[in-house]
């Protein structure tokens, strides 16, 4: 069965694609299908809203199931910043330099027991004929001091988690401890119910 992920992000698809894959879902993208899908805009205040957003979007353009997801970190010493906004930190969408750039300007001097952050994934999955499941995942660990590591992308040379930067876990360690993969085992279980 296709499932239509609302990204364009091809590490993300791949990662949808390594965990749904065994219920027998195949993640595309509209773009794989040649079907385009108007940008909207995420005006949610939840990272579950903004999926949803997303989601209905994909959903109502294709009339396939839709999948759509919104992540990002959260700073417990920014007081919850980045956030929602995590993608465009630093003014412009996706550009993970300077996001990581501001973060580390942000805590500069910040001692490393008050670095905590956690990383949230919100999923959301609407079908043509209107039922949704939204799910929710974290992962907790803090910032680090420097980038380590070229692995993943966003924050994940920053983000450390047992003492490892994300940037230096491969896919399928990650897959086990992550956000979005508690998000997607999350989903999982309430596709099995579903579909």
Do not use: W
């Amino acid at each position: 069965m296709d499932f239509i992920l609302a990204t364009n992000n091809m590490k993300k698809l791949a990662e949808m694609q390594r965990i749904l894959s065994p219920l027998g879902i195949n993640v595309v993208t509209s773009k794989m299908l040649g079907i385009e899908i108007p940008d909207v805009e995420e005006n949610g205040t939840t990272f579950e809203e903004n999926a949803k957003i997303k989601a209905v979007s994909a959903c109502e353009v294709t009339k396939m199931p839709s999948i759509a997801d919104d992540s990002g970190l959260c700073v417990d010493y920014l007081d919850g910043a980045p956030g929602i906004y995590s993608a465009r930190f630093s003014g412009g969408h996706g550009n993970d330099e300077r996001n990581n750039d501001l973060l580390l300007e942000k805590l500069s001097g910040v001692p490393v027991e008050q670095r905590t952050a956690y990383y949230v994934c919100a999923i959301c999955c609407v079908f043509p004929d209107g039922r949704e499941i939204t799910v929710r995942g974290e992962c907790h660990g803090y910032i680090g001091f420097e980038r380590d590591g070229s692995e993943g992308f966003g924050y994940d040379p920053l983000f450390i988690i047992n003492g490892k930067a994300f940037g230096r876990y491969t896919a399928e360690e990650k897959d086990k401890i992550s956000h979005r993969g508690n998000a997607l085992r999350a989903l999982t279980k309430e596709l099995e119910k579903n579909i």
